[in-house]
């Protein structure tokens, strides 16, 4: 098999590398790239545990080639936390009790982020639609649900103490 | 609002944050509080490493080559295609084992490779280790085998029949045994109303999210094994009496594990990761596909439980009697203990002055059944509240006011003949459900 040459950005951070042309995309980032965050529970896109955000989508990095991130931008739950400050969802996965035996957390968390990137406050249906492609086998998935609630909730208050302008006028 | 039931409504309020505070002060570090999970800042950072994370230099990668047929021998094993390939360390069958070939919690009836005969789809023939992943996998296919085929014993039925091929030994029968608690026949006779019925079960994988992994190295003249595991005292022994070495010369460490649910109770890959580094005296690395661990991973008992319970025409039970049959599939595995609870509880949380109940668990070639929450307990719930609804059907009473009238409260007998002293939850349960239920129907969600 051919050897490819990637160009991408992964986690921030603009990367070249190299590996084989029929490379998953969850191999390439776990063996090669050592992102060992990214899981690999069905390799058969039914689990989850692989989800990763690929500019600004989820996709299961076990059914997609390594090729096919050429010159996108690949986030990975490492790249959550970039400089020691943990992202909200990582805060309150560990406040509501979220996280069991912690398999299914990186995919999980990484589709509430882009749940969240996209929609800052979902309701609770659709948080479990942006979720129902990520099994857990531990919690019963409510409090996963209730983390993505008190996140979402946590930056309403931000964007309204940014802007008190704003909300004096609502009020 | 120091009582026990106004703190866990806190905790189910809308702020958990808020009721953390509210939690403090009670005398208690932990029960109580809602608090932060040790390890779930590594979790949450994806720092956690689970078995497959681990790699090491020199590590070779195994594999097992399977049956594929449920039950039979191997006329002809031929590994020359594996051991000729560039980049296999090592092809080993149960002649390489120098210690026992045979393990189990409780009965040792499973072999870590086929020595005697085949007794279900997947039981390990033979392992490769190679230096990559690909090169294993290559080496797995290019490994032949031709079997000699035994009629596969596939339902509790044939397991019985005398005529039938015999899974292990003399007899396919695995477990019988009889609880006998008060005089069921007699006390039938004074019943006013008996239901009678058959429930059938199924089997079930756990299905954990992470498939079973490990990793297995010498470290400082220690075999180790680092391994997704609930048993890591259990895997010792085993892996010491598969090698003939003490158990000092053997260490497991769980690594942390995806999820389990009893399903990693039994050995998986420590055994075939402890003689493939025996053998290469290298690191070796396997992780199972989610097929192979589906395949072979214990299972949820299948029961088919057939009951008779007794009572007045004010709904009091009387009698009940009961008797199970289960497929253990084709290893003990927890067949034993799973037996013993199902037994215990086969008459649910009431008070039945008389019960008999009589189980019998047979060997078959399915999958293994184990330990699988609940052992047992789940299968006859369906039972006893099966029968409960029918009684109340059969009375015209409130399914529920049958259950209060029967219950198990503070001083209640059960069928082992334990009184039971201390506290005794069911009743608050039925309560608190009945409420719960309430709301939900109101609020018109999940309904």
Known sequence: MNEIEIRFTLNHKDITAKTQGNRLLVDFLREDLGLTSVKKGCAEGECGACTV???????TSCTMLAGQVQGKSVLTLEGLSLGGELDILQETYMEAGAVQCGYCTPGMILSSKALLMKNPSPSEDEIRRALSGNLCRCTGYTKIIKAVQMAAECLSEKISEKLPEKEEAAS | ??????????????????????GQGRGYSVVGKDCIKKDALDKVLGKAMFSADYSMDGMLYGGVFRSTIPHGTIKSLDLNGALEMD??????????????????????????LVDDKIRRIGDPIALVAAESEE?????????????????????????????????????NVHISKKLIHGDADEAFKACDVIVENTYNTPSLTHMFIEPDAGISFFENGILTILASTQNAHYDRNEVSDLLGIPRSKVRVK???????????????????????????????????????????SSKRHPMTIHARTGATSEGKLLAMEVFMTADTGAYASYGPAVATRAMVHCSGPYVIPNVKVEALFVYSNNPMCGAFRGFGVPQVSICHEGQMNALARELGMDPIEIRRINAHRVGSQIITGQILKESVGFLDTIDEALEGAGQVMKSGRAV
């Open chain 2, 254 to 296: 769980q690594a942390v594990t995806g999820g389990a649910f009893g399903g990693k109770l039994d050995i998986s890959v420590q055994c075939h990761l402890a003689l493939l580094t025996w053998h290469t005296r290298r690191p070796v690395k396997m992780v199972r596909s989610r097929k192979e661990s589906t395949l072979v």
């Open chain 2, 1 to 22: 609002m120091n009582s026990p039931v106004m703190e866990r409504s806190d905790q189910r309020s809308d702020a958990p944050a808020k009721s953390r505070s509210e």
């Open chain 1, 53 to 59: 955000i690929c500019n600004g989508d989820t996709v």
């Open chain 2, 135 to 171: 090169i294993a996998e290559r080496a797995l296919a290019a490994i032949k085998v031709e079997y000699e085929v035994i009629e596969p014993v596939l339902t509790i039925e044939e397991a019985l029949h005398e005529d039938s091929p015999k899974v292990h030994g003399t007899t």
């Open chain 2, 87 to 112: 980049g296999v360390a090592a092809v080993l069958t149960s002649k390489d084992i120098p210690g026992k070939n045979r393990f189990g919690i409780i009965i040792k009836d499973e072999p870590s």
